[in-house]
Structure formats: structure tokens, C-alpha cells
């Protein structure tokens, strides 16, 4: 996906490659799932996985408490 950063640069975001990583993880079958297990609304993960957003700190946070990912790998997953 293609979103603006604050500088107004393109940037490229595959955040649906760490989502769906975490859905086969958890055999979870729907986003409303992964939003329950990570303590978010299913509302944010959708704007997420399309690009409209950025992953909030806050998402990659919980998603490394969850999941013990490393944060790193995370960002990583992200890109």
C-alpha cells in the first residue's frame, strides 16, 4: 500500500503481512478476532491493514505483549 507520511513522502506499508502472521499464529479466522486479541478495535486493524493509517506505537506495543515478537521484527513486518 501507498500512503503519505507526515512530510508528504510516499511510503509503502504491507502492515496486513504481520496481521495475517499473527492470524495463522492464533488460527484466528477474522480481523474481529485478531482486534480482541490485541486489545484494539476491528474498526483501526481494518484502517491498518488498507493503509489509511499507520500502525499506532501503541498497536506495535500490544502486538509484541501479545506475541512476544520483537518490536524490531515487527517494524520490520510492517514495511
Not at 511510503?11 to 479466522?29: A, S
Not at 486479541?37 to 489509511?52: D, Q, T
Request: proline share 6%; with cysteine.
Amino acid at each position: 500500500m501507498k500512503s503519505k507520511d507526515t512530510t508528504g513522502r510516499w511510503t509503502i506499508q504491507k502492515p496486513h503481512k504481520l496481521f495475517d502472521y499473527i492470524r495463522e499464529m492464533y488460527n484466528l479466522k477474522t480481523d474481529a478476532q485478531l482486534a480482541h486479541i490485541l486489545g484494539a478495535r476491528r474498526p483501526m486493524i481494518s484502517k491498518v491493514r488498507n493503509g489509511l493509517v499507520r500502525i499506532p506505537p501503541s498497536m506495535i506495543i500490544a502486538v509484541h505483549e501479545q506475541t512476544n515478537i520483537p518490536i524490531t521484527k515487527i517494524k520490520e513486518m510492517c514495511k
